[in-house]
């Protein structure tokens, strides 16, 4: 795991720049923020952003920042993104994260995701606790590539630790750690799966089927991808499956999984802690845990980021970092 733990001198300057930016703006809005944070991020400690520059460069698959600031009257835990949103709890540390992703990649949304917010909240929420969305707690989020259906997929997704009482584990596995049967990874490495939009993505385009999710906006594609010598990886069990019932494409999945089960590791975020995992490198998932829904529970801000933000572009019409 590539790790930067910063001096508290460091985390000052980081604080400051925050600072700085809250004194000025009467209304936080991260959507009309994301074009004048690369110009803030330049005045990040010079240590940070040459780690972070160099994370990018050796496409290391999870990389932590240690010891960012995280307000010390923070308030209490939503109950649910909604209500995060609504009140705009945790705004510091949405701006402490942007200034660390866009010294990465891009920042960007989803229009179907969390109301088209560019910083999602990610805490537990009542009735959902056995939900495939990260506003679940007693079931655990099963490994997976993070927006697993679209060719703008994050190359990262970010996760920064606000509170985590009860040392909840981020879970992930390297493709560099997967004993994959050669058999199966050849299956893997041919265009023969479909992926879905997961449940967090409210109204996404989507056909019922005869009774099957299918996806109609893009072609089946491969699991593995890219260089034979350093490959990528795309996967979600929950929000894929074997196009045209190929049975054989069926059993490669089933394969990964148990592969997947048996090289799990885990990170535990600490208040200040932030993770970047290369979402082309890693599958990442939750343990689950007991919500209190009493203002202690854990809470994270989440935020994608791409690293070439054309990409977005080049697939819309109009210049905009919210993908419809």
């Known amino acids: 795991m590539n790790k930067i733990v910063l001096t508290d001198a460091e985390r000052a300057v980081v604080s400051a720049l925050v600072d700085e930016v809250f004194d000025r703006v009467d209304v936080w809005d991260p959507v ?26 050796a496409e290391a698959d999870v990389t932590v920042v240690a010891n960012l600031p995280v307000d010390e009257n923070l308030v209490p835990t939503p109950i649910g993104w909604d209500l995060a949103a609504k009140t705009g709890a945790g705004q510091r540390e949405e701006l402490v994260l942007l200034l660390c992703g866009t010294a990465l990649a891009d920042p960007f949304g989803w229009a179907t995701q969390q109301d088209g917010r560019v910083v999602h909240d990610v805490c537990p929420a009542p009735g959902m606790e056995n939900s495939l969305t990260s506003a679940s707690s007693a079931a655990p989020l099963t490994l997976h590539t993070e927006d697993v259906h679209h060719p703008c997929r994050g190359d990262y997704v970010s996760l920064f630790c606000l509170r985590n009482p009860d040392a909840v584990g981020t879970t992930f596995v390297r493709i560099a750690a997967l004993d994959l049967p050669a058999g199966t990874r050849e299956v893997l490495a041919q265009n023969r799966f479909r992926f879905h939009p997961d449940d967090s993505h409210i109204g996404a385009i989507v056909d019922l089927v005869e009774g099957e999710v299918r996806d109609r906006v893009f072609d089946p594609g491969s699991v593995i991808f890219g260089p034979a010598e350093r490959p990528y990886l795309r996967f979600d069990v929950d929000f894929m499956s074997a196009a045209g019932g190929d049975t054989e494409a069926e059993q490669a999945i089933q394969t990964t999984v148990d592969c997947l089960a048996r090289s799990v590791e885990r990170v535990i975020l600490e208040p200040g802690d932030a993770v970047f995992v290369d979402n082309y490198r890693v599958v990442h998932g939750r343990e689950p845990f007991v919500p209190r829904y009493d203002g202690n529970d854990r809470w994270l801000k989440r935020l994608n980021l791409i690293r070439d933000v054309r990409r977005l572009y080049a697939m819309s019409d109009t210049r905009s970092r919210i993908i419809a």
């Not at 923020?33 to 780690?51: H, Q, S």
């Open 32 to 57: 009309a923020m994301v074009d004048e944070v690369p110009g803030l991020a330049e005045r990040l400690p010079l240590r940070l952003r040459e780690f972070l520059v160099n994370s990018r460069m």
